[in-house]
T-cell receptor
Framework: QQQVKQSPQSLIVQKGGISIINCAYE??????FPWYQQFPGKGPALLIA?????SEKKEGRFTISFNKSAKQFSLHIMDSQPGDSATYFC??????????????????FGQGTILTVHP | NAGVTQTPKFRVLKTGQSMTLLCAQD?????MYWYRQDPGMGLRLIHY???????AKGEVPDGYNVSRLKKQNFLLGLESAAPSQTSVYFC??????????????FGNGTRLTVT
């Protein structure tokens, strides 16, 4: 129930094209869905995030589309550039609310997608 | 600010040797984490800490130990290294548990090879 499945494992796109990476989750209690971007030799860094009551979130050329009923979310990179070449991870976490207070969760990551954008 | 700093950056061990990976953060974050990254496996949580003096097991804790004696430091130990522990190890921290106001901040990783 804690799994997040990501596809494809690798993706090659021409400059100016659209890159699409998909993720599926099982736990319907997840309430935070971030995407992380990782360049070679560096640690992952937060790129964009969405919550389940929103169907789409856009930041510049990056858009998350969220389908709660299908338990799927995807990252779209418009006008892909060679500088976007990196590994992308989707992730999910859940928040616990109880009498003791609010407990924010740990992230469960997808398997990662290596994106290569050719000039 | 340096953010999250990991040492060493690279290490080669022989099977059975031990070592400690050091993580330091200067953001006054309560939560710290150790992940390992393997091709096709994503990032898997090894151990984490919700505050100074606390530790807890993650998804893949076997063969590793951790300590959080100071709030800013989180140590990952391998008592008897095995080839299966060849991986890239990432330390991360967050203000509290992960959410909008508390994203994960990662270090740049330690590449460990066990021969």
């Amino acid at each position: 129930q804690q799994q997040v499945k990501q596809s494809p494992q690798s993706l090659i796109v021409q400059k100016g094209g659209i890159s699409i990476i998909n993720c599926a989750y099982e736990n319907t209690a997840f309430d935070y869905f971030p995407w992380y971007q990782q360049f070679p030799g560096k640690g992952p860094a937060l790129l964009i995030a969405i919550r389940p009551d929103v169907s789409e979130k856009k930041e510049g050329r990056f858009t998350i589309s969220f389908n709660k009923s299908a338990k799927q979310f995807s990252l779209h990179i418009m006008d892909s550039q060679p500088g976007d070449s990196a590994t992308y991870f989707c992730a999910a976490s859940l928040t616990n609310y109880n009498a003791g207070g609010t407990s924010y969760g740990k992230l469960t990551f997808g398997q990662g997608t290596i994106l290569t954008v050719h000039p | 600010n340096a953010g999250v700093t990991q040492t060493p950056k690279f290490r080669v061990l022989k099977t059975g040797q031990s070592m400690t990976l050091l993580c330091a953060q200067d953001m006054n974050h309560e939560y710290m984490y150790w992940y390992r990254q393997d091709p096709g496996m994503g990032l898997r949580l090894i151990h984490y800490s919700v505050g100074e003096g606390t530790t807890a097991k993650g998804e893949v804790p076997d063969g590793y130990n951790v300590s959080r004696l100071k709030k800013q430091n989180f140590l990952l130990g391998l008592e008897s290294a095995a080839p299966s522990q060849t991986s890239v190890y990432f330390c991360a921290s967050s203000y509290e548990g992960v959410y909008w106001h508390s994203p994960l901040h990662f270090g740049n990783g330690t590449r460990l090879t066990v021969t």
